[in-house]
C-alpha cells in the first residue's frame, strides 16, 4: 500500500503563487505515476499534472503557469503554481497509480485546500 499525504495549501491573492507538496511512503518503489487532481466547489475533479517516468503532462488550462516536479529520494512530488486564479479556489489532491497485486490501483491523498482570493 501507499500513503500520500499532502501539504501547502492555503489563502493566496489572485495573481499570486504557491507550491504544494505531496509525500508518499508505504511501497513507493511501486508507484507508476503520481498526478495533481483537483476539485473545485461544484465542479468535477480535474487532472492539473501528470509526472511519470521521465515525463510531464499538463492540460493547456494551466500550462506555462504550473510546473510539476518530483523529488525520488524523498519520495515527495511538488506542484508549484504560478498567477493564479480565483477560479482556480479547489481541494488539490496528489494521486499515485500504483502497481499492486498484477492490478494498477489508485491512491489519493486527503486533499489540500487553495483558495484564490479575487
Known amino acids: 500500500q501507499v500513503q500520500l499525504v499532502e501539504s501547502g495549501g492555503g489563502l493566496v491573492e489572485a495573481g499570486g503563487s504557491m507550491r504544494l507538496s505531496c509525500a508518499a511512503s508505504?511501497?513507493?518503489?511501486?508507484?507508476?505515476?503520481f498526478g495533481w487532481y483537483r476539485q473545485g466547489p461544484g465542479k468535477q475533479r480535474e487532472v492539473v499534472a501528470v509526472i511519470s517516468s521521465g515525463s510531464t503532462n499538463i492540460p493547456d488550462s494551466v500550462k506555462g503557469r504550473f510546473s510539476p516536479s518530483r523529488d525520488n529520494a524523498k519520495n515527495t512530488v511538488y506542484l508549484q503554481m504560478y498567477r493564479l486564479k480565483p477560479e482556480e479556489t479547489a481541494v488539490y489532491y496528489c494521486?499515485?497509480?500504483?502497481?499492486?497485486?498484477?492490478?494498477?490501483?489508485?491512491?489519493w491523498g486527503q486533499g489540500t485546500q487553495v483558495t484564490v482570493s479575487s
Open positions: 508505504g511501497n513507493t518503489f511501486m508507484i507508476n505515476a
Open positions: 494521486h499515485a497509480l500504483v502497481y499492486e497485486s498484477d492490478k494498477l490501483i489508485d491512491y
